[in-house]
């Protein structure tokens, strides 16, 4: 089987983290061709991917949609790769992945929804018209597939819910139990972007140090993004220069989560979360935004608590509440949080994933109209 993902960008992020995560495994299975077009640029993913074995072809376009001659000559490349499968995530993959596979004429095309889109009239018409010519179309969450659906985007029938995988790691030590006394690390594993809502969370987080001054009180911040130098600049203001680090792009976040008590994530608008995932693997509680699939990859296991986003005090009130638990509440929680990890494992995707591949000689393609 040949397969083609396509994606707008490969250099570190969700949607990057998700194919770093699985590429590998799927690249295993036996009668598979790989290849990973980038339409725009590349980076630490991509050559992390090479590294492996997995063919990677960066074109440095401009993805922004509509580019025709990007189409084109995408058209172009997938008539001569001739692939049997065409899987595009994001946006700008989708729209121009799709209609490119349709043109060249490849038989199985799945797009995949990576976040919850608020397209106006417009928009929902244009990708209307492009997730008609899609076999199937990939959400990441309930949420997202409530919001395709919703807009008028997406046929439900051709809709396949599909939630991230992490890898997990064995850990025989969590954080709390080495932790000092009194001493207490919320950590966020995010791009630095408007989005994530970081500079709402810091601002609760000084509430929350003023009172609570005879805690040792600590905000870790594990990931880069343009926000980044505006957020220093916050938090120096804030007084809260020996409280918040930034730490910036890691290849491996597994360390700073094993460091930490809990896990934090007030994103304005949040799909799913990897990063969520990946901290219920390390036995973290967590705090989660109510917006979104988020708390879809909390299930039942009752690891977190829920805030709304727009809220500081939301922010606060959780993060407190978390402080004031004993050990043995929070060491249950996190036990319960990393069962119900199992669920996101790249075995468990893989698996998932193949059956979308090989589905019954493929739906066929209604017109939108």
């Given at each position: 089987?040949?397969?083609a993902?396509?994606?707008?960008?490969?250099?570190?992020?969700?949607?990057?983290?998700?194919?770093?995560?699985?590429?590998?495994?799927?690249?295993?299975?036996?009668?598979?061709?790989?290849?990973?077009?980038?339409?725009g640029r590349?980076?630490?993913?991509?050559?992390?991917?090479?590294?492996?074995?997995?063919?990677?072809?960066?074109?440095?376009?401009?993805?922004?949609?509509?580019?025709?001659?990007?189409?084109?000559?995408?058209?172009?490349y997938?008539?001569?790769?001739?692939?049997?499968?065409?899987?595009?995530?994001?946006?700008?993959?989708?729209?121009?992945?799709?209609?490119?596979?349709?043109?060249?004429?490849?038989?199985?095309?799945?797009?995949?929804?990576?976040?919850?889109?608020?397209?106006?009239?417009?928009?929902?018409y244009?990708?209307?018209?492009?997730?008609?010519?899609?076999?199937?179309?990939?959400?990441?969450?309930?949420?997202?597939?409530?919001?395709?659906?919703?807009?008028?985007?997406v046929?439900?029938?051709?809709?396949?819910?599909?939630?991230?995988?992490?890898?997990?790691?064995?850990?025989?030590?969590?954080?709390?139990?080495?932790?000092?006394?009194?001493?207490?690390?919320?950590?966020t594993?995010?791009?630095?972007?408007?989005?994530?809502?970081?500079?709402?969370?810091?601002?609760?987080?000084?509430?929350?140090?003023?009172?609570?001054?005879?805690?040792?009180?600590?905000?870790?911040?594990?990931?880069?993004?343009?926000?980044?130098?505006?957020?220093?600049?916050?938090?120096?203001?804030?007084?809260?220069?020996?409280?918040?680090?930034?730490?910036?792009?890691?290849?491996?976040?597994?360390?700073?989560?094993?460091?930490?008590?809990?896990?934090?994530?007030?994103?304005?608008?949040?799909?799913?979360?990897?990063?969520?995932?990946e901290?219920?693997?390390?036995?973290?509680?967590?705090?989660?935004?109510?917006?979104?699939?988020?708390?879809?990859?909390?299930?039942?296991?009752?690891?977190?608590y829920?805030?709304?986003?727009?809220s500081?005090?939301?922010?606060?009130?959780?993060?407190?509440?978390?402080?004031?638990?004993?050990?043995?509440?929070r060491h249950?929680?996190?036990?319960?949080?990393?069962?119900?990890?199992?669920?996101?494992?790249?075995?468990?995707?893989?698996?998932?994933l193949?059956?979308?591949?090989?589905?019954?000689?493929?739906?066929?393609?209604?017109?939108?109209?």
């Open positions: 089987m040949r397969i993902r396509i994606v707008s960008e490969l250099d570190f992020g969700g949607v990057e983290q998700v194919m770093a995560n699985s590429l590998p495994e799927l690249n295993k299975k036996g009668q598979i061709e790989l290849t990973v077009l980038v339409l590349g980076g630490r993913v991509s050559e992390q991917l090479k590294s492996q074995g997995i063919k990677v072809v960066i074109w440095n376009k401009n993805p922004r949609i509509p580019n025709f001659q990007l189409l084109f000559q995408l058209r172009k997938l008539k001569k790769l001739n692939p049997d499968v065409v899987h595009t995530q994001g946006a700008e993959a989708n729209f121009h992945g799709i209609l490119a596979g349709e043109w060249a004429g490849v038989s199985n095309i799945i797009g995949e929804e990576i976040g919850l889109p608020n397209h106006h009239s417009f928009w929902r244009i990708f209307k018209y492009v997730y008609a010519k899609a076999n199937h179309v990939i959400a990441i969450s309930k949420a997202v597939e409530k919001a395709i659906v919703g807009l008028g985007e046929d439900p029938n051709k809709v396949k819910v599909l939630y991230n995988p992490v890898k997990t790691r064995q850990c025989s030590v969590i954080s709390s139990q080495v932790s000092e006394k009194n001493r207490f690390v919320f950590v594993t995010c791009r630095l972007v408007r989005i994530k809502n970081l500079e709402r969370l810091i601002q609760a987080f000084e509430g929350l140090v003023k009172e609570n001054q005879e805690r040792g009180l600590f905000l870790r911040i594990v990931g880069d993004g343009p926000e980044r130098e505006k957020l220093e600049v916050q938090s120096k203001k804030l007084g809260l220069s020996s409280k918040v680090r930034f730490l910036g792009f890691q290849q491996d976040v597994w360390p700073f989560l094993q460091e930490a008590n809990a896990f934090i994530l007030p994103s304005l608008r949040e799909g799913s979360s990897v990063s969520l995932a901290a219920m693997a390390a036995r973290l509680p967590s705090i989660i935004t109510q917006v979104g699939g988020a708390s879809e990859v909390l299930g039942d296991s009752k690891s977190g829920l805030i709304d986003p727009l500081s005090d939301s922010i606060q009130y959780a993060m407190k509440q978390l402080i004031d638990l004993s050990h043995e509440e249950a929680m996190g036990e319960r949080a990393r069962k119900e990890a199992k669920r996101f494992t790249v075995e468990n995707y893989i698996q998932s193949m059956s979308i591949y090989t589905l019954s000689d493929f739906i066929p393609k209604p017109s939108a109209f």
